[in-house]
């Protein structure tokens, strides 16, 4: 059975930082994209980052320059670095699989599976 757990979310300030992870287990995940999508109250869900197996990784504009994504093939994890943290990225974040895929697709209903979520919340 496909699973995702994600782990890391927590209450920050503005300014201030927090690293997400997001670990897979069931079948090997070396073939597809990972990606971090948020959530915030009354909003779809949007894409945040998103990261092939080589490495290849796209940012939201909204993020570009303070988040970062990387991934461990090897533990099968996926991780977002999210720097300068501002008010403005509360949300639920949630780390998908876009399966055997070739490129990364900015769509939530492009993936399959979902992680439990994690919610992020920043003061000012």
């Known amino acids: 059975q496909v699973q995702l757990v994600e782990s890391g979310g927590g209450l920050v300030q503005a300014g201030d930082s927090l690293r997400l992870s997001c670990t897979a287990s069931?079948?090997?995940?070396?073939?597809?994209?990972m990606s971090w999508f948020r959530q915030a109250p009354g909003n779809e869900r949007e894409f945040v980052a998103g990261?092939?197996?080589?490495?290849?990784?796209q940012y939201s504009d909204s993020v570009k320059g303070r988040f970062t994504i990387s991934r461990d093939n090897a533990k099968n994890t996926v991780y977002l670095q999210m720097d300068n943290l501002q008010p403005e990225d509360t949300a639920v974040y949630y780390c998908g699989v876009d399966q055997a895929a070739s490129a990364i697709v900015r769509v939530a209903t492009r993936y399959y599976k979902w992680g439990q979520g994690l919610q992020v919340t920043v003061s000012s």
């Open positions: 069931g079948r090997a995940f070396s073939d597809d994209v």
């Open positions: 990261i092939t197996w080589g490495g290849y990784s």
